[in-house]
């Protein structure tokens, strides 16, 4: 490209020249007056030489510059688990209408972790009054083979009891609501279910004002993520 500019260059320079044929000889003031003009020509073609070559340059790097590429990562997809505890029965887990000093009932409970994510789980009871949840004793058992009276008692690992039934403010049964991981907290996979066995008891002395009361508990189980937690 240098080339073709400098003959291009060299070609208009030529026709503009004073010389022609059988023009008049030139005094030593005209030579002198038309070497200036070659000096001045020269300088005019360097500096358009100049001037081109940087307009060469300045073409590249605007051709270089329009290079470019991309490549994408697809597929980074979040999924939030669930947590879901629920029971089988979900009410009515030990019931009596006619317990008497002496008498026990026994209960079958399935806690269910219905959710993905594993779950730590702790049981609380409230009741409706406190003078018959205080006189009943209730023991928790896991591993029951079978949920019987005499079931109960020779199989299964003891989880909360024998104690109250529960109060009228709440109390914890099996490990803690609070959050994080206490002792006795149970924990469940997801998916995952256990069974767990209740006994009833009443003592064969009870507080003369408990009779003919009655007290109803409600089983809380109150579930918690383990991860991060
Ligand atoms: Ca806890």
Same mark, same amino acid.
């Given at each position: 490209?240098?080339?073709?500019? *400098?003959? *291009?260059?060299?070609?208009?320079?030529?026709?503009?020249?004073?010389?022609?044929?059988? &023009?008049?000889?030139?005094?030593?003031?005209?030579?002198?007056?038309?070497?200036?003009?070659?000096?001045?020509?020269?300088?005019?073609?360097?500096?358009?030489?100049?001037?081109?070559?940087?307009?060469?340059?300045?073409?590249?790097?605007?051709?270089?510059?329009?290079?470019?590429?991309?490549?994408?990562?697809?597929?980074?997809?979040?999924?939030?688990?669930?947590?879901?505890?629920?029971?089988?029965?979900?009410?009515?887990?030990?019931?009596?209408?006619?317990?008497?000093?002496?008498?026990?009932?026994?209960?079958?409970?399935?806690?269910?972790? &219905?959710?993905?994510?594993?779950?730590?789980?702790?049981?609380? #009871?409230?009741?409706? *009054?406190?003078? $018959?949840?205080?006189?009943?004793? $209730?023991?928790?058992?896991?591993?029951?083979?079978?949920?019987?009276? #005499?079931?109960?008692? #020779?199989?299964?690992?003891?989880?909360?009891?024998? +104690?109250?039934?529960?109060?009228?403010? +709440?109390?914890?049964?099996?490990?803690?609501?609070?959050?994080? &991981?206490? &002792?006795?907290?149970?924990?469940?996979?997801?998916?995952?279910? *256990?069974?767990?066995?209740?006994?009833?008891?009443?003592?064969?002395?009870?507080?003369?004002?408990?009779?003919?009361?009655?007290?109803?508990?409600?089983?809380? $189980?109150?579930?918690?993520?383990?991860?991060?937690?």
């Amino acid at each position: 490209m240098g080339d073709f500019g *400098e003959s *291009e260059l060299a070609m208009n320079i030529t026709s503009r020249s004073p010389q022609a044929a059988g &023009a008049t000889p030139v005094t030593s003031a005209d030579a002198a007056a038309g070497s200036a003009d070659r000096h001045s020509l020269r300088r005019l073609r360097r500096s358009i030489l100049v001037t081109l070559l940087s307009g060469a340059s300045v073409s590249v790097l605007v051709v270089s510059a329009l290079y470019t590429d991309t490549t994408s990562i697809p597929t980074n997809t979040f999924s939030i688990g669930t947590l879901d505890i629920s029971s089988t029965p979900t009410s009515a887990v030990l019931t009596s209408s006619s317990l008497r000093p002496g008498g026990t009932v026994v209960g079958s409970l399935q806690v269910n972790n &219905a959710g993905s994510l594993t779950l730590r789980y702790a049981i609380r #009871s409230t009741t409706t *009054e406190n003078v $018959l949840a205080a006189a009943i004793d $209730l023991t928790v058992k896991s591993g029951v083979t079978s949920c019987t009276t #005499s079931g109960f008692a #020779s199989t299964g690992t003891v989880i909360y009891g024998p +104690g109250d039934l529960g109060s009228t403010t +709440g109390m914890a049964l099996v490990g803690s609501s609070v959050q994080g &991981a206490q &002792a006795g907290d149970r924990t469940l996979a997801g998916g995952a279910n *256990e069974t767990l066995c209740l006994q009833a008891s009443l003592p064969t002395y009870v507080n003369p004002t408990a009779q003919n009361t009655t007290t109803t508990a409600t089983f809380d $189980l109150v579930a918690e993520q383990t991860a991060n937690n």
